[in-house]
């Protein structure tokens, strides 16, 4: 019997987040007037004990045994071997994927939601406001919440909350509550409805609104959380690759190859944050993180100061964007649709450590199909664009003759994206190109901010 | 940190099942002359090797390598220690959960697809006919079929076709073909919309399609295939409990109490049949097969012989029975709608090894909700049942002040069924109570047929 999986013991689970900060410069985040932030000007959106992680540059963070408890509900999650998917495809190559849907809500996010949510009532804090695209870290928030006992509200960009109402029974399932975005609840959501009354929404919108709904709260006692771009979120994903580090070493394998797709930039970092600490240190590894060709912020979007939201209460930060105002054309992997990319990826693209890919949503989707038909599990439309790497990797491997190993993260399942694997069956899906104007525009958007000076390379 | 899973290592999969006809005695089915039928009538039908399985009376049966090892994208599943559910429910009883909603379709039908799909294969067979209710084991079978090559065809009760659009994108992602039931293509299905234009149908429908569409293919190519009921399906499911055995043997724990929704009767014979064993050779244990009070054929239906079908081209089985004409009120737990129930499940109860028990919609979904609060996993509609009766023998336990261990198959997650929890939360569902008049002309149905002898208790 050939080892499909290969599964850690509970007391495996890493106790430790490993904190790249550590070993990489970042350009400060600025507040509006173009001068470096401090750590106090963020208490009002999160809670102190959050900030303080987020600006550490300590290498190992402990994980707090209460998150550890809850994590235990679906961790260790298991590393797959590939073998019919390889097999498939014809290759030499050895695939592994590292399965993220195995949580409760099926996906990555809950790694970051589950400390998020502890760190905020460690705080005090009894309420906590997100924005979700496709939903998965609003249904990953309102889960964490509930084991702690916070209440949760949800701002879900308004396209989705449409195209998938199941998404709210699935928040309310947890004790959330779910709003469409924009909304009437907030200034920058009415403002928006005012101009367009029509707008779809956009991450960036969503994000405006939950900022909002926590600073405007009087009592105190609500902060907002992100699911993604910042260096804390980015630090409790760690958890993937170290896990995966360990499981590599029980088989006596370590990765040539490690993929993930990058939306803003979490799932990918979870699991190549701690091989890129091996690369530093020396060891000969390719990291491609990927995105959609229809939203390329790392591929062809320049590295500047943006905000992270369309409203511009976030401080500006450094990376990779299309801009604040961008509004990606309907592709069917929702978590993929941000305009920004997290300062870390985008340093780490800077430093040329990793190489951004970018793939097109009817390769993706093959990909995922071959996937479902060979190894089992339907992937997220969002994994899928992981995937479609993973084939490209493995038949570039096949030309070569070479046995490499390629890792990627497998950020989620797609039960709960059928309506988009319905579309695809019936033809309705088209490979979405980005014009270069929009490209071209978003650029402009950056001309009134400093623009960061590149670092050397390591 | 508590340990919540109980997790094992691929080399502890089961390598034998166990057969529960090795230690009952059986009434035989019948054909419609109201004589025992031969193993060979049964060919055109189902495989020779699996209706060899079917009549086995061998104790213990070999799992083939090739189906060990598509088992072991999922397998072995974890047992739950649901210290939230425990603690929230204020009781002194320890709770356990075998989870087989880890599998790709997301409940514990592939335990089952995947060996019928082997040894339909290994006959030489290339398309299987099923049906399927609420989606469960269509979906299961298709991923089965898709692992060893072989065409798949799924009739599906025409109201779940119609309320679960995203099941047929599913089936079809694992390269299955889904048509809602009573559908034009066999004689069955017009006969009965010739009838009745606007059934919503039923599953003994969708099963006289199937069986129909199965042996009307001359070329000998095609095969039916059960997700319940029948004893080979309880068998492969036996895996439940004798992994679970092993995970209490590590814990160095038995259950005093075991709980298990019942549809057809096969994932709670999966978890209940090998501590059956042991309650026959002594041990004393509660065991509880549950329904929902609006099906309820275990604790209201008479044990008669009856068709498992509609149209009655299955032979007569010895089971408890709702009459095969019944159509169950429309409760949102498709999978516990079946008239009939497993011949073998049904014998246990006639000898008073096991007892059934009832629960009302409400409380399952309040029970369903209570879990995912506390222990993260939305349950399926289904498992909801047996969570209510695990409530019930929780709350039962802390009145006694008795430390009891309670273990529970958790059939599924609810990820597929989120526009019941929908219903729920917006008040729309109801207790469904069935009037004592149904089950009466359910009676009736049998008069025509010879009763089976009542065995004699052990």
């Known amino acids: 019997m050939k080892l499909r999986n290969i599964i850690l013991s509970a007391d495996d689970i890493p106790r430790q987040w490993y904190n790249i900060l550590a070993d990489i410069k970042m350009n400060p985040p600025l507040g509006p007037d173009g001068n470096p932030i401090s750590p106090d000007a963020l208490a009002p959106v999160f809670p102190m004990n959050l900030i303080e992680q987020e600006v550490s540059d300590k290498r190992w963070i402990d994980i707090p045994e209460p998150v550890l408890d809850v994590l235990q509900i679906w ?3 298991p590393l797959v071997r590939a073998y019919s998917f390889e097999k498939a495809l014809d290759t030499p190559a050895k695939i592994y994927v590292k399965n993220e849907g195995v949580s409760p809500p099926g996906s990555h996010k809950p790694n970051t939601a589950v400390p998020q949510a502890y760190y905020n009532k460690e705080f005090g804090i009894q309420n906590i406001s ?41 928040m309310q399932a947890w004790g959330g509550e779910c709003v469409a975005s924009p909304s009437m609840e907030t200034k920058a959501g009415r403002d928006i409805l005012e101009k367009m009354p029509d707008t779809p929404g956009s991450l960036g919108i969503a994000i405006s609104e939950a900022i909002e709904a926590a600073v405007s709260d009087t009592s105190g006692k609500t902060r907002y959380s992100l699911g993604s771009v910042l260096n804390h979120v ?17 088989i006596n394998e370590y990765p040539d190859v490690i993929i993930g797709c990058a939306g803003g930039g979490s799932n990918f970092a979870g699991l190549a944050f701690p091989f890129v600490l091996d690369k530093m240190n020396g060891k000969d590894i390719a ?37 604040h105002n961008f509004i990606p054309p309907p592709i069917h992997a929702g978590g993929l649709r941000y305009h920004g990319m997290a300062p870390t990826v985008s340093q780490l693209i800077v430093e040329g450590l990793i190489t951004p890919r970018s793939v097109s949503q009817l390769d ?69 190109s980005l014009p270069d104007e929009t490209i071209e525009e978003g650029k402009n958007i950056f001309k009134d901010y400093p623009k960061p000076q590149r670092l050397q390379s390591r």
Chains 1, 2 share one sequence.
């Open 364 to 432: 993706s989707y093959r990909a995922g199909v071959l996937w479902a038909r060979t190894e089992g599990v339907i992937p997220a439309p969002e994994t899928t664009n992981a995937l479609a790497c993973v084939v490209e990797e493995a038949l570039k491997a096949k030309e070569e003759g070479k046995e490499k190993v390629i890792v990627a993260t497998f950020s989620g399942h797609g039960l709960l994206d059928l309506a988009a694997y319905d579309k695809f069956f019936s033809g309705e899906l088209t490979d979405v």
């Open 130 to 170: 997100t924005e979700t695209g496709a939903g998965q870290w609003g249904s990953a928030l309102s889960f964490a919440c509930s084991q702690f006992g916070l209440n949760c509200k949800v701002f879900m960009v308004r396209v989705s909350f449409d195209q998938k109402p199941y998404r709210k029974a699935m």
């Open 287 to 323: 990291i491609y993180p990927v995105e959609p060709k229809a939203c390329p912020t790392m591929t062809r979007a320049p590295f500047v100061y943006d905000h992270g939201d369309t409203a511009r209460y976030t401080p500006l930060l450094p990376m990779h964007s299309l801009g």
């Open 75 to 77: 961790r260790p999650a």
């Open 234 to 250: 980015m630090l409790h994903q760690t958890i993937i690759g170290l896990e995966a580090k360990k499981q590599f070493n029980m």
